[in-house]
């Protein structure tokens, strides 16, 4: 969930958006979706360009997360699945599960765990970020990622289509209720990983803070060098001492429009 897809042009690094149905006879697509090539360790993702496709802010929650090996890992608000096939691809995690609300996202995203052969590793779960008491132990994941709906009821416009609306929109759920359900779920001294709005800092800090989940890390993103952030990646650990470091500006864009090197490096993986 976030950002939607045309603002941060991932398309310019995709190129198998419009693959021929018939090249996967085992692949069921209903009408509308598509195959997408991830172009990292030959994964790809179904999507449904009306219903939701992920944006660039997924591509650099998944980098930003740093997972160390062997942890068990819970991404919420995990829509189609991305964020957890991109963990997949980049760190050796022992578990990645997603939760998301829409049973439509929960489907496609299965379909692609199974596309890409990742049953054994990945579980998508249908189900509500303000009842993970209900369902799971408390302190049964060592990292939480999110990449939850950016806008309250005042800020924008809200989509007519229901589905991004609730990707973009504190519909369904809060800040505050993605991070009250992380600090159920991290064990002592666990990581929370996400993406925000700069905008709305100073709020996520304080709710982090009264969920016992201090700021550790912080990297403010932007779209070309001489704009303003539009982005923010957030790491905070349960439980931690008081100390934040802030990293150096994440620029995306060169001048001719063009990515900055670290962005590819970003799309393919670590180097």
């Known amino acids: ?8 042009k991932p398309d310019k690094i995709q190129t198998d958006k419009n693959q021929d149905r018939g090249d996967d006879k085992n692949i069921f697509l209903r009408p509308d979706e598509r195959i997408d090539d991830l172009q ?3 994964f790809r993702i179904i999507q449904n360009p009306e219903k939701f496709c992920f944006g660039m802010d997924a591509v650099l929650l998944s980098d930003y997360a740093g997972i160390k ?3 068990r890992v819970m991404d919420l608000c995990s829509g189609t699945g991305i964020v957890p096939i991109l963990l997949e691809a980049k760190y050796e995690a022992k578990y990645i599960e997603g939760l998301e609300y829409q ?5 496609m995203a299965r379909r692609s765990v199974s596309m890409n052969g990742l049953e054994g590793k990945i579980r998508m779960s249908a189900g509500d970020v303000r009842e993970v008491k209900e369902h799971y132990p408390q302190g049964s994941f060592d990292y939480v990622t999110c990449n939850p709906p950016y806008m309250t009821g005042n800020h924008g ?7 991004k609306a609730i990707a973009r929109h504190e519909i369904l759920c809060s800040l505050e209720d993605v991070v009250k359900a992380a600090k159920w779920l991290l064990k002592e001294t666990g990581h929370l990983i996400m993406v925000h ?4 800092l100073a709020e996520i800090f304080y709710c982090l803070k009264e969920n016992k989940l201090e700021p550790k890390r912080m990297r403010l993103v932007y779209p070309y060098v001489d704009k303003e952030p539009n982005m923010v990646l957030i790491e905070a650990v349960k439980g931690g001492k008081q100390r934040i470091t802030v990293e150096s500006p994440l ?3 060169k001048k001719d429009g063009s990515y900055m090197d670290e962005i590819y490096k970003i799309y393919g993986g670590r180097v």
């Not at 049973?103 to 489907?107: A, E, I, N, S």
């Not at 416009?157 to 589905?163: C, V």
């Not at 709005?197 to 709305?200: G, L, T, V």
Request: proline share 3%; net charge negative; aromatic share 10%.
């Open 103 to 107: 049973d439509d996202c929960v489907d």
């Open 197 to 200: 709005r700069p905008f709305r």
């Open 69 to 71: 090996k062997d942890s």
């Open 157 to 163: 416009q809200a989509n007519k289509n229901y589905g």
């Open 251 to 253: 620029i995306i864009y």
């Open 1 to 8: 969930m976030g950002l939607e897809k045309d603002m941060m």
């Open 40 to 42: 990292i360790q030959g």
